[in-house]
């Protein structure tokens, strides 16, 4: 289970998390919904580890382990994943060999044995097929000249072979046609299960039409300022935040 | 005595001149000496010298280098043979019992009056040339005749560990007829605690129709100095490539001149540069454009680690007759500490008014969100670094397409940043 406590962040000085408190219990799908500048992209780094934001205040535990105080990569080791609003390009680097080395430093982290390239190859075919992605992928570089829409199928891609136990979904919605909207909620939906929770930030309530959610949080200005059912995403989208959240 | 003067090694040449190969044979004599009396006129390059102005060859001047007296005793550990042949040299001097050569390479001390009218050829006034002429004592000869395919050639120097400071000179004359192709990959090597000076000059000539991929790895030993000179004229139809490694040596200076002299000519020269703390890389070329229709490519990549400089100085000249040239020259370089300087120069120079010809350089650290993506894929922060390096060089090395070489490139940049970084 996530537990965030009172958790306060700033970049540059300025403060942008303003006492966050949350609680993802194992195997629920959580939304984080909000306008744009409430600070959800914000969450989803301070999370995953990304250099530049200090944190001020507060906890963030994941399982009972203080996640704030580990390395990116220890974090992901723990079961952390963060499906990118922005994939990286990475020119240089071939995928397979991008996915494979992630997944084997976290088997090697978690003193698994690590696999072969025969074997993986089979593993990221059958993830492949699934996302109805191309063989091809694997073959190109990191997200070098891919469409928006491969980008994001390839951030579910890296979750499904990465098997993380906590996903933060960051606008994972945006710039996808709503082909690639079913196939990337497909991709999270095969994930779902007692060993899997998910935080879902979004911006609309369109995504969660397809992942459908057992809690919807509103945050606003770096604060929850609401929480509910899948309903509460409904009256967003008819209402709009202003009203919701008053 | 000043750093810069020529004493040390014109006092060398003028005790060895008559018993170095060729000293009683008139022509050789006549070569030598008016190289000597060149470089008695300049001395080493020094940095006041437009050519010269980033890199510093007072280290050489003084070391007080003497030549080798006798070939290693103790046979050097070689690595393994790639290619079906193999031409081996110790410390400057052709080594028969490590070598296997095809019907087409001889050795220059063996058969020196083969080379007259070819040795020196292309030589030009440079000073670190003209130190070569006037003291070289072997090289490969190599002459591929007429629409044969060579095939991949291992071209290997050692340096051995002698315990005193040695210079060797080798002069390399490689001639591609009509038509003839040929992979040569070059490996320079030398113990780490070992001071010396490896000054090769390459003299190439690459006739219509003719393709040469010649692959230059130095892997110099971290005392060891090398100034490598490449010298090659391209006639029309032929193609020369030339791809370099730097990643050895207290101090390398990789020049290439390459001169497309016929039609449709054509030339690559890429190249890496890896320097780690204490070294100091430079390669230099200069592209001469004289005749129409012809093709340059240049990638530069040079990452830089520790205490460290590289150098990038590129010239391209086209001229008048050169129309339609196409010309590219990109070098980029990658800091990867504070205390890295990186100095860059192109230059190009245009007479011919029908020219495409365009150049670019980039300077810059890791990108902090590429190393962040991959390591929020749980990929540890020093591989994460390793992979962007290696990406980083990625766009230079694919242009080396020959499987051997290929091997050969990986075996001396792969773990190179964990090396540097422990």
Not at chain 1, 143 to 150: K, L, Q, R, W, Y
């Amino acid at each position: 289970m996530l537990r965030i406590e009172g958790l306060t962040a700033e970049i540059d000085g300025k403060q942008i998390l303003k006492g966050i408190n949350l609680e993802v219990p194992t195997g629920e799908v959580h939304a984080i919904m909000g306008p744009n500048g409430s600070g959800k992209s914000t969450l989803s780094y301070v999370l995953s580890g990304r250099e530049g934001y200090e944190i001020t205040g507060g906890s963030a535990t994941f399982n009972g382990v203080d996640i704030l105080a580990m390395e990116p990569e220890e974090r992901a080791a723990a079961g952390l994943f963060l499906a990118f609003q922005y994939p990286v390009e990475l020119p240089g680097v071939g995928n397979a060999n991008f996915l494979r080395t992630a997944l084997n430093s976290i088997r090697k982290a978690k003193g698994e044995p690590e696999v072969d390239a025969m074997a993986f190859l089979k593993m990221a075919r059958a993830k492949l097929k699934t996302l109805q992605m191309s063989d091809d992928m694997l073959k190109r570089n990191v997200n070098v000249g891919f469409s928006g829409g491969e980008k994001k199928r390839n951030e579910v891609l890296q979750m499904a072979l990465l098997e993380p136990s906590l996903a933060i979904l960051d606008e994972t919605d945006s710039g996808l046609d709503i082909d690639a909207l079913k196939i990337v909620s497909e991709g999270v939906n095969a994930m779902r299960g007692p060993n899997f929770s998910a935080l879902v930030i979004t911006h609309y309530q369109r995504l969660l039409d397809y992942i459908t959610p057992d809690r919807v949080h509103v945050l606003m200005g770096g604060r929850i300022v609401k929480s509910g059912g899948p309903e509460l995403a409904l009256e967003l989208e008819a209402e709009g935040y202003a009203k919701v959240a008053a | 005595m000043n750093a810069m003067t020529p004493g040390g090694f014109s006092a060398r040449f003028a005790g060895l001149r008559d018993h170095l190969p060729g000293g009683r044979t008139p022509w050789v004599a006549a070569l030598r000496g008016a190289a000597a009396e060149h470089f008695a006129a300049t001395g080493l390059p020094h940095r006041k010298l437009e050519a010269w102005r980033y890199t510093d060859l007072s280290p050489i001047a003084q070391a007080q280098f003497t030549e080798a007296l006798t070939l290693a005793a103790e046979h050097p550990v070689l690595p393994p043979m790639r290619a079906p042949h193999r031409a081996v040299f110790v410390d400057g001097r052709f080594a028969a019992g490590l070598s296997t050569l095809p019907a087409w390479c001889r050795t220059l001390a063996g058969d020196l009056n083969a080379a007259e009218g070819w040795l020196g050829a292309l030589a030009r006034d440079l000073p670190v040339v003209s130190l070569n002429t006037m003291l070289f004592e072997d090289g490969l000869m190599l002459d591929l005749p007429a629409g044969t395919d060579g095939g991949a050639l291992e071209l290997l120097s050692l340096a051995s560990h002698t315990g005193r400071a040695i210079a060797f000179h080798p002069r390399h004359l490689i001639r591609l007829s009509e038509g003839a192709s040929l992979t040569l990959i070059e490996t320079s090597l030398g113990p780490d605690g070992a001071s010396y000076l490896h000054n090769p000059v390459f003299e190439i000539q690459v006739a219509s129709g003719a393709t040469l991929s010649h692959v230059r790895i130095q892997r110099e030993g971290r005392a060891g100095f090398q100034l490598a000179t490449v010298l090659a004229a391209v006639e029309g139809g032929g193609t020369y490539d030339n791809f370099t490694l730097n990643a050895g040596a207290r101090l390398v200076r990789n020049e290439i001149h390459t001169a497309l002299l016929g039609p449709k000519a054509a030339c690559h020269m890429n190249g890496a540069q890896l320097a780690g703390d204490g070294q100091h890389a430079d390669t230099t070329t200069y592209l001469d454009h004289a005749a129409p229709d012809c093709a340059s490519r240049q990638t530069y990549k040079t990452v830089l680690a520790g205490k460290s400089r590289g150098v990038f100085q590129g010239k391209i000249l086209v001229r008048q007759v050169a129309q339609r040239t196409d010309g590219y020259q990109m070098n980029q370089a990658l800091l990867l500490s504070e205390d890295a300087e990186i100095d860059a120069k192109p230059q190009l120079e245009i007479y011919a008014d029908d020219v495409k010809c365009s150049h670019g350089a980039t300077v810059g650290a890791l990108d902090e969100a590429q190393l962040f993506y991959l390591r929020a894929r749980g990929i540890p922060a020093e591989t994460a670094r390793a992979m962007l390096v290696q990406a980083f060089l990625t766009e230079a090395i694919e242009g080396v397409t020959h499987p051997l070489a290929q091997a050969a490139l990986a075996e001396a940049t792969e773990g190179w940043w964990e090396r540097e970084a422990a």
